[in-house]
């Protein structure tokens, strides 16, 4: 997957997210899982487009690191509101899939580039 493949990727996921938000009951549970989800959603996005323009491997080892852990939170508030009863799960599981594919390519690309560095420095 391209660098432009997976930007259009994580847009399209945050867009998913909003879309998601917008029927979410106008209750205390549902305003703070729409807060925290929309929060966290769109930082994947977001995030992973300023990794592209990571300055060195560190930042981007650093930057990669926080894309990864804003989807497994995207995936904790999706996983909130099957076991809350909130949506049904039929309507989230395929964006649960998506925030753990994420979680899974960010971990790889970050696990990659750690090993990079490594073997530049021997």
Same mark, same amino acid.
């Given at each position: 997957m391209t660098t432009d493949e997976l930007k259009a990727r994580t847009k399209q996921f945050a867009l998913r997210v909003v *879309?998601?938000? /917008?029927v979410l009951p106008d209750s205390v549970r549902g305003r703070v899982i729409a807060d925290q989800i929309t929060r966290s959603a769109t930082s994947v996005?977001?995030?992973?487009? %300023? *990794?592209?323009? %990571?300055?060195?491997? %560190? /930042?981007?080892?650093a930057k990669i690191g926080v894309v990864e852990e804003e989807a497994d939170e995207t995936d904790f508030w999706l996983e909130l509101i099957i076991e809350s009863k909130i949506r049904r799960a039929k309507q989230i599981l395929p964006l649960l899939n998506e925030a753990n594919e994420l979680v899974a390519i960010m971990a790889a690309s970050r696990k990659s580039a750690i090993a990079n560095r490594r073997l530049a420095i021997r």
């Open positions: *879309t998601l938000v /917008e996005g977001a995030n992973y487009r %300023a *990794t592209c323009r %990571a300055r060195s491997r %560190a /930042e981007f080892i």
